[in-house]
T-cell receptor
């Protein structure tokens, strides 16, 4: 079974631009979560989608948005990029049959650098 | 609010020796799940072990085991017979079924040959 696939692996953008990251979950997984990982803040929850609906959102500004498609693939968008958005963005999928009973399975992440 | 604390930014262990990574958490929930994830340089977070709070028995996965002390809100990871491939960042994580996980800041484990 293929794992969680994130594309691209690396991105370099300039301030003010926008970026879209993609995540394909494990086949059969309907929940997709996004996390931002930085050396100073660790892993911070961005949002979680299930059946194309956002179920929970972390404490990030509205510049961070996402969506999920009917095939469970998810995209995350960041508009008006700031230097502080430079981070590793991790996507995770799960069966979502009660969050803890179905652990998160992570992708390799997208390394975003904003210059 | 729930919090997860890993007080050891870095640990070292000799190959074949045993090491214990510490994690404490704070919650008012009675039903929750705790995890240890490993993140090697490849960046992919890999589930190491999971513990359900209502289970008294400590979880074990091969060379990895936990010491779960619910009253003390402590969840440490013991790695026995350490191998070079165990070198990675280790994250403790908590969820109570609210669709998000809370992660600690991580412990970097170095394995010395």
């Amino acid at each position: 079974k293929a794992g969680v696939t994130q594309t691209p692996r690396y991105l370099i953008k300039t301030r003010g631009q926008q970026v879209t990251l993609s995540c394909s979950p494990i086949s059969g997984h309907r929940s997709v979560s996004w996390y931002q990982q930085t050396p100073g803040q660790g892993l911070q929850f961005l949002f979680e989608y299930f059946s194309e609906t956002q179920r929970n959102k972390g404490n990030f500004p509205g510049r961070f948005s996402g969506r999920q498609f009917s095939n469970s693939r998810s995209e995350m968008n960041v508009s008006t990029l700031e230097l502080g958005d430079s981070a590793l963005y991790l996507c995770a999928s799960s069966l979502a049959v009660g969050q803890g009973r179905s652990p998160l399975h992570f992708g390799n992440g997208t390394r975003l650098t904003v210059t | 609010a729930q919090t997860v604390t890993q007080s050891q930014p870095e640990m070292s262990v000799q190959e074949a020796e045993t090491v214990t990574l510490s994690c404490t958490y704070d919650t008012s929930e009675s039903d929750y799940y705790l995890f240890w994830y490993k993140q090697p340089p490849s960046r992919q977070m890999i589930l190491v072990i999971r513990q359900e709070a209502y289970k008294q028995q400590n979880a074990t996965e091969n060379r990895f085991s936990v010491n779960f002390q619910k009253a003390a809100k402590s969840f440490s990871l013991k790695i026995s017979d350490s191998q070079l491939g165990d070198a990675a960042m280790y994250f403790c994580a908590y969820t109570s079924g609210t669709y998000k996980y809370i992660f600690g800041t991580g412990t970097r484990l170095k394995v010395l040959a």
